[in-house]
């Protein structure tokens, strides 16, 4: 195992599921690639995308600066990333185009109506994934 890549989206899950790839990174002398997706408006303009990149890097920084002290501690190499579009979408994509071996990702706990009307991100990403993923609850 070289690559794990986690996806971070701010909850409560997703720093339990950080903290787990760190964990394998460190038993498995891997690398871990924090990726946050930011979601753009329906349909997303042209104008509207470098902005909410940017807002969501600024926001996703905070928490980047914590992960990269953990990782720092733990001897882990860390890259993090902001990227804009569909949030499972991209990670598979993220996934694939690092070649990662692992997927290590949260379960956020929505209502069984929310799921259904959105759909799963944990879900679409078990599907499409190329390696395999592990959700942390």
Same mark, same amino acid.
């Given at each position: ?12 899950? &997703?720093?339990?599921?950080? =903290? ?12 871990? $690639? ?7 408006? @329906?349909?997303?303009?042209?104008? @509207?995308?470098? $902005? ?5 890097? @600024? ?5 980047? &600066?914590?992960?990269? @002290?953990? $990782?720092?501690?733990? +001897?882990?190499?860390?890259?993090? &990333? ?17 070649? &990662?071996?692992?997927?290590?990702? +949260?379960?956020?706990?929505? #209502?069984?109506? =929310? ?11 078990? #599907?499409? $994934? ?8």
């Amino acid at each position: 195992m070289k690559t794990i890549l986690a996806a971070h989206d701010g909850s409560e899950s &997703a720093r339990r599921a950080f =903290q787990f790839a760190i964990e394998l990174a460190r038993a498995f002398g891997a690398g871990v $690639a924090v990726v946050s997706v930011a979601r753009p408006s @329906e349909p997303p303009t042209s104008v @509207e995308t470098p $902005a909410l990149l940017e807002a969501a890097t @600024e926001h996703f920084e905070k928490d980047f &600066a914590v992960f990269r @002290e953990i $990782a720092k501690a733990a +001897g882990v190499p860390l890259e993090t &990333a902001v990227v804009v579009g569909h949030p499972a979408d991209q990670i598979v994509h993220e996934a694939a185009e690092r070649q &990662a071996d692992m997927i290590v990702m +949260g379960h956020r706990g929505k #209502s069984r109506f =929310q799921r259904w009307l959105l759909g799963s991100v944990s879900k679409r990403v078990l #599907s499409y $994934a190329p390696c395999t993923v592990t959700v942390v609850r």
